[in-house]
């Protein structure tokens, strides 16, 4: 891998030699003839890690680390609801899972969800409904 990343940076240099500008991962992946995730993952195994009390910014006063540009914004109560909607989608049919998946992950109406799966809007509409009733009853 570093081998790979030390060549990336030498064809980097020559190509922004070249064409005068910073040429794209995919230009670089083409001159290694690699794929782009290759070059991706060789240059990111040569950066330094930093530690989270690396100051990023200071101007006199207080400084700003990288620990404070970062958050976490699951709490331990949106862990415990995630997993516990988890389960109850687990607890659906097939079918039910289907039809949330289509029109929630997907984005479909109903009326497009009764013709990909063959049944009636008005089936659809009773059947997201009972699946969205068990998953607040789990």
Known sequence: MRDTAYRAIQIRDNLSNKLDREPTVEEIAKELD??????????????????????????GGEAIYVMDQISDKNTADSWMDEILIKDSIRSLSEREKRIL???FMLGKTQTEVAEEVGISQAQVSRLEKGALKKIKSS
């Open 34 to 59: 690699l794929k782009k995730e290759t070059v991706v993952i060789a240059l990111e195994s040569i950066v330094d890690p930093v530690s989270l009390y690396e100051p990023v910014y200071n101007d």
């Open 101 to 103: 998946n289509l029109r």
